[in-house]
């Protein structure tokens, strides 16, 4: 397992908003610096419920990049890549579908929720039901163990966990696996006799502490190759090999970036400001939302908790800004458009650099490109790797 490494990915359908900016780039940005980031456009996702569009998934594919690059992606940090042009993915998510219970799938509390909210489309696909797993074996061909999501994730995220368990206890029992095990811990050297006795505190006693510090010694140890390793940790836990391991969420906060009016920011409200949105149009955007309808004159006072631009200041304005709101609307001394202006002022701020850093791509979509198919180079590289542990799993490794 990859402690450090990070896998997470968005569907190309459409373009980036200032809710995706705050809700989930800003926090890749972050994570770039101190993570093994893998960043990947979700085109197979995309089409598992725009099969009957699909030309805004080609168009949006390199806006998307281009957004994430205007973000702060750094393509030296963090790599960069097209979910499709990775095929291991798709054999992982063939291999995974063997093995698991189609209860599983319906489940998942989204398939449901979905399937209501886009009643327009026929989402009785199979493709649809699938595509948990197919996120899963996202995540498992990295063997990633960190998956930056959102509350509503979560249960993805639990789905992966199982299926590798499932997939491990299935097929990390080769025929001779106690004896492979054995061998193995004598090459861990010195510790090899601690990392026995700390295994057997964690079988014998439940000894949560041992099993951690068993896993240290396995970490630490040079002389292991990675197949050694993961036999040895599903030996500790008296498990098969680990082949794919269990990744865990990394929790976001939920994004409170509201939209143009107070809902949440999304497409198909209508109520979006984009991520490189022209700032003419921001302004006028934003000189259009509705404020506290008990404004009709200017001479009436508001309640800004009754007013979406507000919500905004939340974001975007500092604690003396509010403070001016606050008393100016509940006062009548201030006028709307007035109070919006350092909203608008806010936003064209933060696009300032997204602008800046996007010029470079959008004169040379050559380098977009080369960025890439660098990044689907690299991410194959690892992907293979997976693969050819699962196909020799599973009897496939000719
Ligand atoms: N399912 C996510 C979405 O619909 C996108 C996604 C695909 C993803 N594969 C992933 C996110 C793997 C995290 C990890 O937005
Ligand atoms: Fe909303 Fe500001 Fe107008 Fe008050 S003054 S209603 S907070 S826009």
Not at 63 to 85: C, H, N, R, Y
Not at 182 to 192: L, Y
Not at 269 to 289: G, H, L, Q
Not at 305 to 317: F, G, N
Request: proline content about 5%.
């Amino acid at each position: 397992m990859f402690a450090n490494r990070i896998l997470s990915g968005m569907r190309p359908t459409g373009s980036l908003h200032l809710g995706h900016y705050h809700g989930v780039i800003k926090n890749w940005v972050e994570l770039q610096a101190d993570h093994d980031c893998y960043f990947m456009v979700a085109d197979w996702h995309a089409l598992t419920t725009n099969y009957d569009d699909v030309a805004i998934i080609e168009k949006s594919i390199w806006d998307m990049v281009i957004d994430w690059l205007a973000s702060g992606i750094d393509p030296e940090q963090a790599t960069i890549f097209i979910q499709s042009k990775v095929p291991q993915h798709a054999e992982l998510h063939l291999a995974l579908s063997m093995v698991t219970p189609l209860g599983w799938l319906e489940r998942v509390p989204t398939y449901k929720d979905q399937m209501e909210k886009l009643s327009q489309k026929d989402l009785a696909t199979y493709g649809f039901l699938g595509y948990p797993l197919l996120q899963a074996a996202d995540i498992l061909i990295y063997k990633a163990g960190l998956v930056p999501v959102g509350e509503d994730q979560v249960p993805h995220i639990e789905l992966t966990r199982e299926v590798a368990r499932r997939f491990n206890n299935l097929f990390g029992r080769e025929p001779d696996f106690e004896e492979r095990a054995r061998a193995a811990v004598k090459k861990i050297g010195k510790a090899a006799k601690s990392f026995e006795q700390l295994r057997t505190r964690y079988l014998q006693d439940g000894d949560g502490e041992a099993l951690l510090q068993a896993r240290d010694i396995l970490a630490a140890s040079q002389n292991l190759g990675g197949a050694d390793r993961e036999r040895l940790l599903g030996y500790l836990e008296n498990k098969g090999k680990i082949i794919l391991p269990e990744c865990e969420a990394l929790l976001t906060a939920a994004s409170k970036m509201p939209g143009l009016d107070g809902l949440k920011m999304s497409k198909s409200y209508k109520n979006t400001i984009t991520m490189r949105e022209a700032p003419a149009d921001v302004s006028k955007k934003i000189r259009a939302m509705p404020t506290d309808p008990a404004r009709v004159r200017r001479t009436d006072a508001g309640d800004p908790d009754k007013c979406p631009v507000w919500q905004l200041h939340q974001v975007y304005s500092d604690e003396s800004t509010r403070d001016w709101v606050k008393q100016g609307c509940r006062s009548a001394g201030i006028g709307c458009i007035e109070c919006k202006q350092p909203v608008i002022d806010g936003v064209l701020k933060e696009q300032q650099p997204m602008f800046e850093r996007a010029e470079q791509y959008l004169s040379n979509p050559a380098l977009v490109r080369e960025i890439v198919f660098e990044g689907c180079r690299k991410a194959e590289l690892v992907a293979r790797e997976t693969m050819k542990d699962v196909r020799s799993a599973i009897g496939l490794g000719y």
